[in-house]
Structure formats: structure tokens, C-alpha cells
């Protein structure tokens, strides 16, 4: 049997988000750790607002947020 029950039309690939974070040391607590680059994606909810894991904005400094297939880069900011 070859139909297609509830054929949906592929999702959207998810944002990317990009974030350079600056961790605490905990070893030396009057400087912080170098700076990184960290990466991962969200997904799109009301209010022109992302999710994405707590772990890509910790300790963030700057967030950009990126549709996918497209070059631009928006800033954006990370709320609790």
C-alpha cells in the first residue's frame, strides 16, 4: 500500500543561535575564564521570541540569532 495518510510538508530547518560566553573561574574568582564561541538552535514561539537550551546562552555577553539559509545575523538577548 503505497498512500500517504496526513501528508504534512516538511518543517522549517530550526534558527541558529550564536552566543559568546565568558564563564566564571571558580579557581581564580578575580578572572574569568577566555571567552568562547558557542552555537546551537531554538525554535520560534509567539511575540517574535526563541527557545533554545540554557546551556547554549550561559554566561552569555553577546547573542545573534540566524534563520536558516540565510547570511544575516540578528542581535538578540537571552531572558530567563
Do not use: D
Not at 7 to 20: D, E, G, N, S, T
Not at 26 to 53: D, H
Request: charged share 15%; with cysteine; glycine share 4%.
Amino acid at each position: 500500500c503505497n498512500t500517504q495518510h496526513n501528508a504534512h510538508p516538511p518543517p522549517h530547518p530550526p534558527p541558529q543561535v550564536y552566543c559568546i560566553a565568558t564563564a566564571p573561574n571558580y579557581v581564580l574568582p578575580w578572572q574569568m575564564k577566555p571567552s568562547r564561541e558557542v552555537t546551537g538552535s531554538g525554535f520560534a514561539i509567539k511575540g517574535r521570541r526563541l527557545v533554545t537550551n540554557a546551556h547554549v546562552v550561559a554566561h552569555h555577553t553577546f547573542v545573534t540569532v540566524r534563520k536558516y539559509g540565510s547570511s544575516a545575523k540578528y542581535n538578540a538577548e537571552a531572558r530567563t
